[in-house]
């Protein structure tokens, strides 16, 4: 059953729809508040995305996509937590189910050092441009859907993203071997 007939299901009454939503996007959006605002208080946060997007629900009008919606309120969660936090970087969560990488010792070492550097690197950046870096390139959204989430121009979108490439290629340029 797709997130519209959830929604409208729960718009109804039924509350189980709405255990499917969560269950159905649970991951996404704890994963987003780790590298948005801290993997220490990553389930805390899911819950507040999932307890707000219950209260607002009853009125969502369907003017866009429920995940685009949900992502524009786990970014409004998250960046309120950040600002009340004050935090200037964020650890990404190092539990991440990426899947078997094979066995190689050296490659794995390898493939996890370069790991922690981009993610270090993505630390570095101003929260407004790791937000854009996260949501397309870790997450998947398109250009519009990012722009509706942060509520902005795609050409905002598109230049913080620009930016956000020219930053961490400075960052990482030290741990890129040059053939």
């Not at 970087?89 to 189910?97: F, W």
């Amino acid at each position: 059953m797709d997130d519209d007939r959830l929604v409208a299901l729960f718009q109804r009454g039924d509350e189980e729809a709405f255990d499917r939503l969560v269950e159905r996007h649970r991951r996404r959006m704890y994963s987003l508040a780790c590298r948005l605002a801290s993997p220490l208080e990553a389930e805390d946060l899911a819950q507040e995305i999932f307890i707000a997007a219950y209260r607002a629900l009853p009125g969502f009008r369907g003017d866009s996509r429920f995940s685009t919606w949900l992502y524009r309120i786990a970014v409004h969660v998250c960046s309120h937590y950040v600002r009340r936090r004050r935090l200037d970087t964020t650890e990404l969560d190092d539990q991440e189910a990426d899947g078997e990488r094979g066995h190689d010792p050296e490659r794995s070492a390898i493939s996890t050092e370069l790991q922690e550097r981009v993610r270090a690197a993505i630390e570095q950046l101003p929260y407004k441009l790791r937000l854009v870096v996260v949501l397309r390139d870790l997450h998947g959204l398109s250009y519009d859907e990012i722009a509706q989430v942060v509520g902005c121009p795609i050409g905002t979108v598109r230049s913080r993203l620009h930016y956000a490439t020219q930053r961490l290629e400075t960052l990482l340029r030290p741990y890129v071997e040059v053939g």
